[in-house]
Nanobody, 127 residues
Framework: QVQLVESGGGLVQAGGSLRLSCVASAHTFSDVGMGWFRQGPGKEREFVAAISWSWSGINTYYSDSVKGRFTISRDNAKNTVYLDVNSLKPEDTAVYYC??????????????????WGQGTQVTVSS
């Protein structure tokens, strides 16, 4: 069982930045693929970013809407994955969810890759 706890959300003006954190309870964190999804008001949950660790190194994945503005990273020693969100826009307003799963590769862009989800952290961007 993996428990995920997100933090770092808040209210920020357009153009601002935040760092979202997700701490996982798994002892095998380094073997886990981690992702961030978001759900805005009246919208479906959508993929934001993902990161996985394999023998070939670290692989990251981003949605087109956040590429170049958001950065996902992980600290295996702290069982933590981060999402640095920069140049925020009002349309980035959403609840951001952390997720964990055992898959690697492009499937991490889909919710099917994840067995565990956090409770979410709210990000609100004012114009």
């Amino acid at each position: 069982q993996v428990q995920l706890v997100e933090s770092g959300g808040g209210l920020v003006q357009a153009g601002g930045s935040l760092r979202l954190s997700c701490v996982a309870s798994a002892h095998t964190f380094s073997d886990v693929g981690m992702g961030w999804f978001r759900q805005g008001p009246g919208k479906e949950r959508e993929f934001v970013a993902a990161i996985s660790w394999s023998w070939s190194g670290i692989n990251t994945y981003y949605s087109d809407s956040v590429k170049g503005r958001f950065t996902i990273s992980r600290d295996n020693a702290k069982n933590t994955v981060y999402l640095d969100v920069n140049s925020l826009k009002p349309e980035d307003t959403a609840v951001y969810y952390c997720a964990a799963g055992s898959a690697t590769g492009d499937i991490l862009r889909t919710s099917y890759a994840y067995a565990y989800w956090g409770q979410g952290t709210q990000v609100t961007v004012s114009s």
